[in-house]
């Protein structure tokens, strides 16, 4: 008899490897069928993003006419405003012709006698830009202005105004900038074509007119506004901390992929629009940043902070310092410089402001004027008879439940439908209804959307409630999640779909709601999908919901709220082209659907938004920032539908409420049938207090006080004040004042069609 050479436990467990191995391969198999199957981006009519398009201009000199004793010639004039510009400096003015005002690049010689800065400070006040570069591979940051003796200066005329080119000869560096009169002021333009880097040295920031409209000390009243939150201000009469050395922020918050080498990305409220401005007695100017946006800080620097100026402007950025592992082994990581430099045109628009005009109202409405000339907004908003109420209804999620995970239902659709019927019962008229947790997998972040959850009513469940809320005549929109992604929860792949952060890493972390990140390394961590890939994917959720007769869609994270880069070198990708592709993607939902909703609203969603759910109606509370006011409202009421937090989520109901009143929201709540307490341990279990039984007659009566409004919903804000401590004015188009006194916790419409 032959003896056994293989024992047979070991041979059952090879047959059982292999058998493993064959369906992992299969499994692998289907995933990448799943993935090539996916619609291309051209089915949805998106091509490639665009690329920098400005022109350097070439030709001969501009020669000055004539110089004036100040030592500026007058480059181009318009019907309201002339271009100035010193050919021994490069500094630039503005008059305007109505009032005679001189907007000038930098202070005067007269306000320079009494600066106490020295050094390099003191010739960045009189240099219209200042330079950050790095030599090689260091990290040191060096800098220079305009009074730097090795720089060589050229000019040519170019339409409506002039080009300034900078040439570093010992640094291999020069770069181009250009001044055009608008009818609105004028813009500054630095192309991408005109950067040369031909040596070791490398740009790191480009600061243009970084003291534009500068205002000495702290005698006179007016402010800096800086796009935080809904909006704030600056005030050139109040003493600000000296540890806080300004305001510095990006527009559109941290790029995740930034934020590898930190362990949480700043709490604060991320800029959502790109706008600064400075007001001071009947002058003012709305500075809004176009091509280069993605990549750029605001700045602001009160007086006393590094000079005797308060000044505020934009800081174009080039590259980033980042901490690169040593090697795979450790995480000890070395600081660089990236290598690559953001490859953008970069524009800011100057809107310049007198009279009534000059303030940060006339700042917003000239952004406003500013969106619909270049059709970011939609068409304004149809009158209505009662103001919309947003009713947002949780369906459930998937928790962990008896060893495993079990979709826990909150509301199932026939729930839902009585739910509205009960509202309609108690008078609540023009609803929309948002349908969140709705997917089969029970996860914001999930690929396995359809079947639609059992839970909740399954797909023909789905069909029947839009249905009936057709015949109602309510919208009805389902809530989906792009960007970030559970491992176990998608199709894609973390090494080859994810996004790489900028030490070639793929980013892994936690998305915030809120709109921050935070990096929390472990293996069930979420990361970013490519948004090329995650969209293709997005083509197949709109037209299944279209075939239930879904209304639209509203995007919860992504596009409205979340911006990266990718460092992928197969697939690079910068902000801005994840911009293009969001926008792309809203585009093409709103044609198919008929609808499109996003959370927080940056202002690159608003072209096809119907609504923003949560627009952004608080500060940072910033030690800088002493007043918070309604900028971005003012800017789009009228034109976009927005919401504040849920109302049975507000920190102070009372407050809150006033709030949302004061800067022209729509009410808002997110229900569910069942008690608040199913949601623990789902992705909606900051959802605290939700249960619509114990919210539905406060919906009405909030219902009940809002339609006071009704009469302004449609209308652009003219005006917005603070006539007394604790009390606000808003004045629509037609003259209807809502005053709010948070004293007396009330609110009152006036005049106009309001009454």
């Known amino acids: 008899m032959l003896k056994r050479i293989w024992p047979e436990s070991a041979t059952r467990r090879l047959l059982h490897l292999a058998a493993l191995a064959l369906l992992l391969c299969a499994a692998l198999a289907v995933v990448f069928s799943a993935l090539n199957r996916l619609p291309d981006l051209a089915s ?13 201009a070439s030709g001969d000199p501009w020669v000055p006419a004539a110089l004036r004793s100040d030592g500026f010639a007058e480059v181009a004039a318009n019907d309201r405003f002339v271009l100035y510009l010193d050919p021994k400096t490069s500094q630039i003015a503005v008059e305007n012709k109505r009032s005679g005002y001189w907007w000038r690049s930098n202070p005067t010689a007269e306000e320079l006698a009494g600066e106490t800065a020295k050094g390099l400070v003191l010739q960045h006040l009189q240099s219209p830009f200042i330079l950050e570069y790095v030599s090689g591979t260091q990290i040191r940051r060096l800098q220079s202005n305009a009074l730097d003796p090795k720089l060589a200066v050229s000019y040519v005329p170019i339409e409506g105004g002039v080009q300034v080119t900078y040439d570093y000869p010992e640094l291999s560096l020069s770069f181009a900038v250009q ?20 040596g070791d040295m490398k740009f790191v920031a480009l600061n243009p007119l970084p003291y534009f409209g500068a205002v000495y000390g702290a005698g006179e009243e007016g402010y800096l506004f800086v796009p935080d939150g809904p909006g704030g201000l600056i005030r050139f009469d109040r003493t600000h901390p000296s540890h806080v050395r300004g305001y ?6 941290e790029d995740p992929s930034h934020l590898k080498d930190r362990a949480v990305a700043p709490k604060r409220e991320n800029i959502a629009y790109p706008v600064f401005g400075l007001a001071r007695g009947g002058e003012a100017y709305a500075a809004i940043v176009d091509e280069g946006r993605y990549s750029a800080n605001i700045k602001a620097v009160p007086a006393g902070v590094s000079t005797s100026f308060h000044s505020i402007s934009v800081n174009f950025i080039y590259r980033q310092e980042y901490g690169r592992k040593v090697s795979g082994l450790t995480d000890e990581t070395v600081r660089t410089m990236e290598q690559e430099r953001v490859k953008a045109d970069r524009r800011v628009e100057y809107r310049l402001l007198s009279g009534d005009d000059a303030d940060y109202v006339g700042m917003a409405r000239a952004y406003r004027q500013y969106l619909l000339d270049n059709g970011m907004l939609g068409a304004p908003l149809a009158p209505v008879e009662h103001t919309p109420l947003l009713l947002t209804i949780i369906g459930g999620g998937e928790k962990r439940k008896f060893g495993g995970m079990r979709y826990e239902t909150a509301t199932t659709f026939a729930q839902a439908e009585e739910m509205v019927e009960e509202l309609e019962q108690l008078g609540v008229r023009n609803l929309r209804v948002h349908v969140q947790g709705w997917q089969s997998g029970g996860r914001r972040s999930t690929d396995r959307r359809f079947p639609i959850a059992k839970g909740m009513g399954g797909t023909e469940g789905a069909r029947q409630f839009v249905d009936a809320m057709k015949r109602k005549g309510i919208q009805v929109l389902f809530e989906d999640s792009l960007g970030w992604k559970h491992p176990d929860e998608t199709r894609f792949s973390i090494k080859k779909d994810g996004v790489r952060s900028i030490d070639s890493t793929v980013l892994r972390g936690r998305f915030l709601f809120s709109g921050g990140f935070e990096e929390a390394p472990g293996p069930t961590d979420e990361f970013i ?7 293709r994917g997005q083509k197949e959720v709109i037209d299944k919901l279209k075939d239930i007769g879904v209304d639209g869609i509203h995007y919860a994270d992504g596009p409205g709220n979340l911006l990266f880069s990718d460092y992928n070198p197969g697939q690079p990708l910068s902000r801005a082209d994840t911009a293009y592709y969001y926008q792309s993607l809203l585009t093409y939902a709103r044609e198919t659907l008929g609808a499109v909703s996003v959370g927080r609203g940056n202002d690159y969603a608003l072209r096809d938004a119907a609504r923003v759910v949560e627009l952004p109606l608080d500060s940072s509370h910033d030690l800088m920032v002493d007043t918070t006011v309604p900028f971005y409202p003012i800017a789009l009421h009228g034109y976009v539908e927005y919401t504040a937090r849920p109302g049975n989520l507000r920190d102070e109901y ?3 409420f006033l709030k949302a009143v004061e800067y022209g929201a729509i009410p808002y709540f997110q229900v569910t ?4 307490r199913v949601l623990m341990g789902t992705d909606y279990a900051d959802v605290y207090s939700s249960e619509f039984a114990v919210w539905k007659e406060r919906i009405a009566r909030e219902a009940e006080s809002f339609d006071k409004l009704s009469g302004v919903y449609h209308q652009p804000i003219a005006d917005h004040e603070q006539v007394a401590d604790g009390v606000f004015v808003t004045t629509y188009e037609d ?13 009152h419409v006036e005049g106009g069609g309001g009454t």
């Not at 001044?179 to 031909?198: C, K, Q, S, V």
């Open 654 to 656: 009372d407050a809150d």
């Open 44 to 56: 949805m009519n998106i091509g490639d993003p665009p690329r920098p398009s400005f022109q350097a």
């Open 673 to 676: 049938h069942e008690p608040s």
């Open 529 to 535: 999908v490519h948004p090329a890939l995650e969209i």
């Open 179 to 198: 001044y055009r009169l608008t009818e609105y002021g004028f813009e500054l333009r630095i192309p991408e074509a005109a950067m040369r880097e031909d």
């Open 735 to 747: 003259g209807t004042k809502v005053i709010v006194d948070y004293n007396k916790m009330e609110f």
């Open 248 to 253: 510095e922020f990006p527009i559109y918050g």
